[in-house]
């Protein structure tokens, strides 16, 4: 994934991630380690944000909802 930091939006990659080589230097070792971490804080945050808004909707579904209605999918 691809981060816009003026946005805060992100975008999947077509492309899969390249696997760094023996031939790659420290510095570039060093450069993936850093937008990795990036991307896995991003992810966490992602995840944190999607269990609220799920608790948020059913607080807001869940007294409209007909008794023995199917849950909408």
């Known amino acids: 994934m691809t981060s816009d930091t003026t946005s805060g939006t992100s ?7 390249d696997v760094p080589t023996q031939s790659s230097t420290p510095a570039q070792a060093v450069e993936e ?8 804080d991003q992810l966490k945050r992602a995840v944190t944000s999607h269990a609220a808004v799920d608790q948020a909707i059913g607080m807001v579904d869940g007294p409209t ?3 023995g ?3 909408p999918s």
């Open 69 to 71: 209605a199917p849950s």
């Open 33 to 40: 380690i850093v937008e990795l971490r990036a991307e896995i």
């Open 11 to 17: 975008s999947r990659r077509d492309e899969p991630r």
């Open 65 to 67: 909802r007909i008794p």
